[in-house]
């Protein structure tokens, strides 16, 4: 898959050429591009700047989430989900099945390893890739030369933690939710929980399980749908109904059906959009909140909705609406963001936001997972993706022989 360069360069790293893709990220994305281009025989080098893969979903999700879309539609390409499993699997079975996936396709991603910088090189038409891996003694840098380069990292590498007035002055404990795992040590407390996604949503469900007192900030308006209508997924209704009429009327549909099952969300202070759950996600990747049994502690009170922050005070939060909530502590559900801007020196295909503009950019460049349609989106991106670099695959081939590599390699690296 890569082959060493029998020197370091003037910086002391360690240079390797790699023979195929670079994939950035061991996640479900990364995953399903490896497992595409295995099938094909292509090589590849996947790396990870944590120790395990869905490093996300292993260390930065709590204990109770659940997929939130039936089996069927995040499963990765060329490997069902277990016929055991239930239609939405748990964090510890999704897991597993991303284990099984990895060892099926051979998959062996080059754990700790930070991406620093990612450039193209346009002398020498390839991708000069810098990693650093550290440990509690050491701290070493590579230096990986691609043609091919594979930006999986995804649209939720980081916690977004929103600037707040007071925040640092709040005497509580303050957590994103990616460091949230259970309400079990939330007994009794009083909770505020800012926004009211599905992280929200679910985490304030949690809470109020476990004896809490939540309050869920809802700022601004929100569709909450039901998970099931009728005992079928609503995602899955609505993938069906699509085939048949246009996508206004299916949100219309989805609308008047949701009010029948659980009401008029705004009389328990949740506004809805003005645009339709399908066309605000299609339009603006806004993704509705599928309601697992948040909405009936909602109606039942013991969850409260609360406006919009003012500022937070030693033991209190002002909101703005006037009133003032005490609480004891903060998990702060404000989202996620990419981080490729960070360390990616491209600015035509990948935007500011860390997004890009399609699945495949210039020079070798692809993108897989930022489609904001989760794990179908990800099996979506890794076919196209797979599919485009075995077509010319034979001809890279032909041109990066060993003998005339090298060489190369070494007179490019000299330069820098």
């Keep these: 898959m890569c082959n060493f360069i029998g020197e370091n360069n003037f910086f002391g790293r360690r240079c390797v050429w790699v023979n195929g893709p670079l994939i950035v990220g061991a996640g479900p994305s990364g995953l399903a591009v490896s497992a595409c281009l295995r099938e094909q025989g292509i090589p590849f080098v996947v790396i990870e700047r944590s120790d395990c893969i869905a490093s996300l979903w292993q260390k930065h999700t709590y204990d109770r989430v659940k997929l939130h879309l039936p089996k069927k539609f995040c499963q990765l390409p060329r490997l069902p989900f277990p016929q055991e499993y239930p239609e939405y699997p748990s964090k510890k079975q999704f ?26 090189i346009e002398a020498c038409h390839f991708w000069r890739v810098v990693t650093v891996s550290k440990t509690d003694l050491t701290r070493s840098e590579t230096e990986y030369m691609c043609q091919m380069l594979v930006v999986a990292t995804g649209e939720n590498a980081e916690g977004v933690v929103p600037k707040i007035d007071g925040l640092e002055e709040f005497s509580g404990e303050v957590i994103h939710v990616k460091d949230y795992k259970s309400g079990k040590s939330y007994n009794g407390k009083k ?138 502590s903060v998990v702060l559900a404000t989202g996620y963001r990419s981080n490729v801007p960070y360390w990616l020196q491209e600015t035509e295909f990948f935007a500011k936001n860390g997004f890009p503009n399609g699945w495949k950019g210039k020079h070798g460049l692809y993108a897989s997972g930022f489609t904001r349609k989760a794990l179908a989106g990800a099996s979506a991106d890794a076919i196209k993706i797979s599919q485009d670099i075995g077509k010319g695959w034979k001809e890279v081939s032909n041109k990066n022989k060993n003998k005339q590599k090298v060489p190369t390699l070494r007179r490019c690296i000299s330069t820098f």
Excluded at 245 to 268: A, M, R, S
């Design 95 to 120: 897991i597993t099945y991303l284990e099984n996936y990895a060892e099926t396709f051979d998959i062996k991603p080059h754990f700790n390893e930070c991406v620093l910088s990612a450039k193209y």
């Design 191 to 328: 909770v505020l929980v800012v926004g009211c996604g599905n992280s929200g949503m679910e985490v304030s469900l949690d809470l109020s399980n476990h004896n809490a007192k939540p309050s869920m900030v809802v700022r601004s308006s929100v569709h909450v749908l039901p998970r099931e209508i009728m005992g079928k997924s609503t995602f899955d209704l609505a993938m069906m109904l699509m085939k048949w009429i246009p996508l206004w009327l299916v949100d219309k549909l989805l609308l008047i059906l949701t009010w029948f099952i659980l009401g008029n969300t705004q009389n328990y202070g949740i506004k809805r959009p003005s645009l339709g759950p399908l066309q605000l996600k299609n339009h603006h990747g806004k993704t509705p909140v599928l309601d697992i049994g948040a909405f009936q502690k909602i109606r039942s009170g013991d969850i409260t909705v609360v406006p919009g922050i003012k500022r937070f005070n030693l033991n209190s939060v002002d909101l703005v609406n006037g009133e003032t909530v005490d609480i004891d």
